[in-house]
Nanobody
């Protein structure tokens, strides 16, 4: 059983930065694919970024390319999302997700999800 816990969300003005963290349970195997998803009110959940257990490949949704950076430390069992140049449209609940299969993760059908952390960007 993999448990995920996000932190680092908050309120920030447009142009600001936040760093989200996702801590995984001690029994989490390092060879697991992980990613960040977000869901804004009234909108469907969308994938933001994904990273394999080796650190490659990495993928980003088009709207965050050049602004967000995903990274992980398998020893610390932690996933991060560095978010720079935040925009109002980045406002959403952000979720950490994990799965043993890349395709399943990217399809949004990951087997493990965190509870989410709220990011609010004021314009």
């Amino acid at each position: 059983q993999v448990q995920l816990e996000e932190s680092g969300g908050g309120s920030v003005q447009a142009g600001g930065s936040l760093r989200l963290s996702c801590d995984t349970s001690r029994n989490t195997h390092s060879n697991i694919c992980m990613g960040w998803f977000r869901q804004a009110p009234g909108k469907e959940r969308e994938g933001v970024s994904y990273i394999s257990w080796t650190g490659y490949p990495i993928e980003y949704t088009e709207s965050v390319k050049g602004r967000f950076t995903i990274s992980r430390d398998n020893g610390k069992k932690t996933l991060w999302l560095q978010m720079n140049s935040l925009k109002h449209e980045d406002t959403a609940m952000y979720y950490c997700a994990a799965d043993t299969t890349w395709a399943t993760l990217v399809a949004g059908r990951a087997g493990y999800w965190g509870q989410g952390t709220q990011v609010t960007v004021s314009s």
